[in-house]
């Protein structure tokens, strides 16, 4: 079974930047579809960026040219690159895997009930 680890989240100020990975020791993440989903205090679980299978990656308008998504192959890893953060990108971050091409979407929104496997999250709180 897909067991997705997340790490590289902390407390941040605003204007810093992070990076997330999301790794997996026995499957290989090349192989889905990988979303990073963010919850906000107070709010639904909603997805940030996604990549494919087949390559393509999109990350939603709030935080364009502000977060990157990409994957590693060779260390089985998924990154979420965050620049220039934001009190309102506080929230925890959970990566999620899928068995499908392409990234699933409702609408033009990425659609996070459509993957199957969720890591635990990790928690990006931003300080004031």
């Known amino acids: 079974q897909v067991q997705l680890v997340e790490s590289g989240g902390g407390l941040v100020q605003r204007g810093d930047s992070l990076r997330l990975s999301c790794a997996d020791s026995q499957f290989t993440l090349g192989n889905y579809s990988m979303a990073w989903v963010r919850q906000s205090p107070g709010k639904e679980r909603e997805g940030i960026s996604c990549t494919s299978v087949e390559g393509p990656t999109d990350v939603v308008d709030s935080v364009k040219e502000r977060f990157t998504i990409s994957r590693d192959n060779a260390k089985n890893t998924v990154y979420l690159q965050m620049s220039s953060l934001k009190p309102e990108d506080t929230g925890i971050y959970y990566c999620?895997?899928?068995?499908?091409?392409?990234?699933?979407?409702?609408?033009?929104?990425?659609?996070?009930?459509?993957?199957?496997?969720w890591g635990q999250g990790t928690q990006v709180p931003l300080s004031s």
């Open positions: 999620a895997a899928g068995p499908f091409r392409q990234c699933p979407y409702a609408g033009s929104d990425i659609f996070p009930p459509a993957f199957d496997y």
